[in-house]
């Protein structure tokens, strides 16, 4: 064979070679990439299947809070007092009950922001449709084969501390039908509600075509802790305007750290630039008590255009007027935080309300503590049952005369 044709083939071999070296490399890279992308893969799903288990779990595990751990502790520190706000509980019954009351999350809701997540326990029991029961599964749709009463507030009225049984809206119906009213009485305190929030979930209800005999709501504490008219929960939706109808665990993950983060780093400082102004701020007060007023008159309105009955209570509250030496936690009303205003915008009220001639459907309940010589609540706001079901009758008998 001539010399150039071996130089030639030689050649030709040794780019063969190199060419084949080069897949035979790629080849090797693809098999690692593809290892590296599967194991991914499956990491990624197993985490996400352990997110998943562990958030599926979390509402009906009832581990104890932080909440609930200061309020056990508040009860542990005042054991002698215990059984006069809680004279029928077990100690392990009374930890159930403030476990359930303190350990659900709230959960975003459109137009109000927030409201109770929906509840199974043995003490605490929330309805899909979002109101507390009482004695009874309470139908919903209301029937309409009985008188249906519709009561709004704040925490207070849900009932946090008590049982279902021992709210202010299950005491009213058993008062009422005590008197052989045939009436259903629906609990739609939630927690940190006040009179904006209340009259948007009444509008809302209303737009659903659920249409009341009549309605009560009961103010005046989370008016004067809320003195910005910022509800709570307005950062609980984020972006969403309705809930994902499917969403990866650890993107959930991602987001709580995120707001995490940002509530150590960045709103921390946002909070510090927004100047509190003081208890007794009189234009503060006057500027809550006005917005009351304002939400008053657009219940009304709706009320009377749909022929609903309505009543608004004025609540009591333990900086107003109340011994606080029979106070279960504090014996001071400097000692109330944010609930401090409340002092004085009750104050603020009680002269407006001899003056104005407008308060002809409001229950002035403000002065039921006076000259009390007994614990009337079971943590710094929230009344025992004994207390509950005296706020209730009052408001049954005005109810009766509709």
Known sequence: MPKRCILISHRNFRAYQNDMNLRFRWQKYYADLGIIVCNTLILFGFINLGLWLVDIRRPQMATENQATQIVMRWLEEHRDQVPEVYPNYSDLELRQLINETWSRPYECEVFTHMREQPYAGKYVRVDPAGFRLGREHEQWPPSRQQQVVFVFGGSTTFGYGVADNETIPSFIQQWLQDKGKQVVVYNFGRGGYFSSQELVLFETLIREGVIPDGVVFID????????SGKPGGVNLCGQMVEKKPFELPVMKLVRRVDGWLGKKLGMQQEENLVVIPEAKDKQVIDDVIKRWLHNKHMIEGVAE?????????????PTYKYDLNYHLLFDSVDDFGPNLRSKY?????????????????VMDLSGMGADRKEWLYVDTVHYSAQFSQEIADMIGKQIWLW
């Open 305 to 317: 255009k749909y022929g609903i009955k309505v009543l608004f209570v004025w609540q009591p509250v």
């Open 220 to 227: 005046g504490l989370n008016e004067f802790f809320h003195w």
């Open 345 to 361: 915008g009750y104050e603020a009220m009680e002269e407006i309300m001899k003056t104005r001639k407008e308060f002809a459907n």
